[in-house]
Structures are given as structure tokens and as C-alpha cells.
């Protein structure tokens, strides 16, 4: 257990962070699977415009570096990979 007053306070940074982080994933997952689920029903529109969803809220999750960019711009790449796939 920490004792010294900047050892608690990097406890409580590092929760605060922890959650934020896991929000932001958990964000990106969701609009992830929203476009995979349009893929899926073979809807080219949908998918193109969840599509766009996803690019954005993967630029700003690696903005913020909950995630690598490189780790966000391959995902985007695969992504993109399964839409073009659908024609």
C-alpha cells in the first residue's frame, strides 16, 4: 500500500485514467460492431456510413492516446478491407 501523499494521488490518477480509457475502448467497440453488424446484412450504405462513425471515434481514441495510433490506423485498414470486400 502506498504511504507518501503523491503515491495515493498516482493511485487515484491512475483509476480515473483507467476508467476513462476503458469508456473510450469500450466506445469504439461499439460503433466497431455496429458497422460489422451492417457488413453483415450485406447493407453497403449503412456500413459505408458507420463506417465514417468508426474512422472518427478511432482518430479521436488515438488522439488521446488511449490507443496507438498505428494499433488505430490498422484497425481502420481492416475495416475498410471488409467493406470493399462486400462488392
Do not use: G, P, Y
Not at 56 to 80: F, G
Amino acid at each position: 500500500m502506498a504511504h507518501s501523499l503523491s503515491a495515493k494521488k498516482r493511485i487515484r490518477q491512475n483509476a480515473k485514467a483507467r476508467a476513462r480509457n476503458r469508456w473510450r475502448k469500450d466506445q469504439v467497440k461499439e460503433v466497431v460492431r455496429e458497422f460489422e453488424n451492417a457488413v453483415k446484412a450485406n447493407d453497403k450504405a449503412k456500413a459505408a456510413e458507420q463506417l465514417k462513425v468508426v474512422f472518427s471515434k478511432l482518430d479521436k481514441v488515438s488522439a488521446k492516446n488511449t490507443i496507438h495510433k498505428n494499433a488505430a490506423a490498422r484497425k481502420k485498414a481492416r475495416l475498410s478491407k471488409k467493406l470493399n470486400a462486400l462488392d
